[in-house]
């Protein structure tokens, strides 16, 4: 199976999985409620890892090809960093979430009322959330930099000089990086939420990328490119 039969496959599984994700009690009133959300949650982390999983073997077949993603929308193209979603994305996201749920539920706290989701993340998560930005920050640049070194040398595989499966196998050691910080993020944000708060931030952000794919195919359908 070609890796792009595959990024198909797993899509509309991932829309499944969005629709049990969404279907799930909330708030999570009872243990059983709150041993469902983790049961779901981590249903979906196993779905990610394994898209990792295969995209690293595609990636070793043919990097070029990954790095260009014709499975992906030209809108999904533009916003890469390298092969795929800014890690830091993902706390942008979070802070988003929390801010309209807080809003929207300002009268009911002020009331001393709580939801347990996004919109009551306690001090001490804002302030881990915070350290695992900066932390995240600091990844992303240090991938960065080991990518333009990557492109520094790029003379070397136009003029056919050195060795270019070494020069290729480079490449595919930066995307490994950056994959791996992309699941590392995932995985860190969950483990610091409530099961309840990582359905729902799990949620956003498969709406997020259902969104962008979305508007990706209509303007693509629009300038005949689909």
Not at 21 to 42: F, G, S, W, Y
Not at 63 to 91: D, M, N, Q
Not at 146 to 164: K, P
């Amino acid at each position: 199976m070609s890796f792009q039969s595959f990024y198909e496959t797993w899509f509309e599984q991932l829309k499944g999985m969005v629709h049990q994700l969404n279907q799930a009690p909330k708030p999570a009133t009872n243990d059983q409620n709150h041993e469902l959300h983790q049961q779901l949650v981590q249903k979906v982390m196993s779905h990610y890892s394994e898209y990792y999983r295969v995209k690293s073997l595609a990636a070793k077949n043919d990097i070029l090809s990954v790095f260009y993603a014709p499975w992906c929308t030209s809108l999904e193209r533009s916003l890469h960093w390298i092969a795929g979603w800014r890690p830091t994305t993902a706390f942008h996201l979070i802070y988003t979430e929390s801010s309209v749920l807080f809003e929207s539920h300002i009268i009911d706290i002020l009331r001393g009322l709580r939801y347990g989701d996004l919109g009551d993340l306690s001090p001490d998560q804002l302030r881990r959330v915070s350290e695992l930005q900066c932390q995240a920050v600091l990844e992303e640049n240090a991938i960065a930099h080991e990518l333009s070194e990557w492109q520094d040398g790029a003379s070397e595989v136009i003029g056919l000089m050195g060795d270019i499966d070494a020069k290729m196998e480079g490449l595919v050691s930066v995307l490994e990086r950056a994959d791996k910080l992309r699941m590392k993020t995932i995985e860190n944000l969950v483990q610091l939420l409530s099961p309840q708060q990582a359905v729902e931030f799990l949620i956003a952000a498969a709406h997020l990328q259902f969104g962008i794919r979305r508007w990706g195919i209509n303007h693509d359908r629009q300038r005949g490119n689909l």
